[in-house]
């Protein structure tokens, strides 16, 4: 599984957030549980009907903000046209430039989908880093990018957006 490596310009997002942290996998059951509530509660509709919105792919980023105890906000977000007011009930963050790898989880079916997505991140840290000459930019905002190709009912992939420096040697 190898990466396409492209830079990409700064993305300003609105949409929900939390806070979770991936000590003891905390964010493996919270994210998900986020995203099936999310999906559920009327959020997902009303966002995608919001005059703001460019495009309906949605990220599902991560701002990391205590690497110590491993806390982080997660965001479910959409790209936002530039210049748009958005009403404060939306979380508004911008996703900074950055070198990204890029990976794309296997396809699967709305009960693996997010299994695969988690063994995705997991080949990820535990395969690709050690053996890449790259390493996580610090600061940066590591995503999700769910597109068309997450709405099929089988065969769903999901983009891994990576941001990545060379290691210092």
Same mark, same amino acid.
């Given at each position: ?26 964010? *493996?059951? /919270? ?15 009303? *966002?995608?009907?919001?005059?703001? *919105? ?35 009930? $939306? ?39 050690? /053996?890449?000459? $790259? ?10 990018? $769910? ?23």
């Amino acid at each position: 599984m190898e990466p396409k490596m492209v830079k990409k310009p700064a993305v300003r997002i609105a949409g929900f957030a939390i806070r979770t942290r991936s000590k003891d996998g905390e964010n *493996l059951k /919270a994210i998900p549980q986020f995203w099936i509530d999310y999906m559920a509660d009327g959020r997902y509709e009303k *966002l995608h009907k919001e005059a703001f *919105l460019k495009s309906h792919e949605e990220y599902g980023a991560c701002f990391p903000e205590n690497p110590e105890n491993g806390e982080f906000e997660y965001v479910i977000g959409v790209e936002v046209k530039e210049g748009s007011d958005i009403p404060s009930e $939306y979380h508004v963050c911008t996703i900074p430039e950055a070198l990204y790898a890029i990976f794309s989880s296997p396809p699967a079916d709305g009960a693996n989908f997010s299994p695969a997505i988690q063994g995705t991140w997991k080949y990820i840290f535990s395969e690709w880093f050690p /053996a890449s000459g $790259y390493e996580f930019a610090e600061g940066k905002v590591d995503f999700e990018l $769910y597109d068309d190709r997450c709405m099929t009912e089988t065969g769903k992939v999901c983009d891994i957006y990576i941001p990545v420096c060379k290691k210092e040697t």
